[in-house]
């Protein structure tokens, strides 16, 4: 396997949407019962990689689906090497796993932050295995759609 060194170049909240639905404040209501939809995308140009951070909070109600927070967030990070890197399967899936890392990690304070006053501050991303979350994209996605990485 290759040494690589990333850089974190920027972040951008693309989509910040957070409301406390009347549901929130209802007697029946858990916040256990709210579900989480994650997902997260890789985009490789030049020698810059994004990833792609979606978070999507949800309840039931009455068969009715509420949505409490959506979250989109980028991250771009520098990586030396880059096109050396995603010819190699074994280094390319090391460097994903540490971007995967990096922005969830970066990810689970920006929502909290975000979420400051709203029932779902009350919910916390807990801490992930990346190996795991890594394998979860990858059967998600060739379940739903081509595995291909784009290249610009």
């Known amino acids: 396997m290759n040494s690589f060194k990333i850089k974190l170049k920027n972040i951008k909240l693309l989509r910040s949407e957070?409301?406390?639905?009347?549901?929130?404040?209802?007697e029946g209501f858990n916040i256990q019962d709210v579900q989480l939809e994650v997902d997260s995308k890789f985009n490789f140009s030049?020698?810059?990689?994004?990833?792609?951070?979606?978070?999507k909070f949800e309840i039931e109600d009455s068969g009715k689906v509420i949505s409490l927070g959506h979250f989109d967030i980028i991250y771009t990070f520098e990586v030396n090497r880059l096109e050396d890197i995603v010819k190699d399967e074994v280094t390319k899936k090391s460097l994903q796993l540490n971007i995967i890392s990096i922005a969830y990690s970066?990810?689970?304070?920006?929502?909290?932050?975000?979420?400051?006053?709203?029932?779902?501050?009350?919910?916390?991303?807990?801490?992930?295995?990346p190996n795991d979350f890594y394998q979860s994209?990858?059967?998600?996605?060739?379940?739903?759609?081509?595995?291909?990485?784009?290249?610009?």
């Not at 957070?18 to 209802?26: E, K, M």
């Not at 970066?106 to 501050?121: A, D, F, M, Q, V």
């Not at 998600?140 to 784009?150: C, F, G, H, R, V």
Request: no cysteine; glycine share 4%; net charge negative.
């Open 18 to 26: 957070v409301r406390d639905h009347p549901i929130v404040f209802s």
């Open 46 to 55: 030049d020698k810059y990689l994004q990833n792609f951070m979606h978070f």
């Open 106 to 129: 970066t990810s689970r304070g920006i929502l909290y932050s975000e979420t400051k006053g709203y029932s779902l501050n009350d919910i916390h991303l807990q801490p992930i295995s």
């Open 137 to 152: 994209l990858l059967k998600d996605k060739a379940e739903t759609e081509d595995l291909s990485i784009s290249i610009d």
